[in-house]
């Protein structure tokens, strides 16, 4: 008995699925068009935000790696993309800062 294909997570809000004549699709995940600069900055805190939240609820902190080098490939760094990685930076310190000390009292024992 073989084990059921597991289902593909939908797309979040700054992703998309385009056809793609190899698969029946193929996932950007960076979809992002710009608009007004600091329009762009909220956009960029929401999407940092919904890619925090779905990353808590399922474990899958690996979709960064997709999201970079898609943002890359679109060749445009704009205040989506500032605002974007600024609050995965900000994340990222305040992670760091509450798993270090616990970290070091857990070699301590």
């Known amino acids: 008995m073989s084990k059921p294909k597991p289902k593909r997570m939908p797309p979040l809000s700054f992703m998309k699925d385009v056809p793609d004549g190899k698969r029946k699709t193929r996932r950007i995940f960076w979809a992002v068009e710009a608009s007004d600069y600091l329009d762009d900055n ?45 609050r995965i930076g900000q994340y990222a310190k305040l992670g760091y800062q509450v798993a270090t000390p616990c970290a070091r009292r857990e070699g301590e024992a």
Do not use: C, K, P, W
């Not at 940092?48 to 808590?56: G, I, K, N, T, Y």
């Open 42 to 86: 909220e956009r960029g805190f929401q999407y940092a935000a919904e890619l925090f939240a779905h990353m808590e609820e399922t474990g899958y902190s690996f979709l960064v790696n997709f999201i970079i080098r898609d943002m890359i490939a679109a060749g445009r760094f704009g205040g989506v993309e500032i605002e974007f990685i600024e």
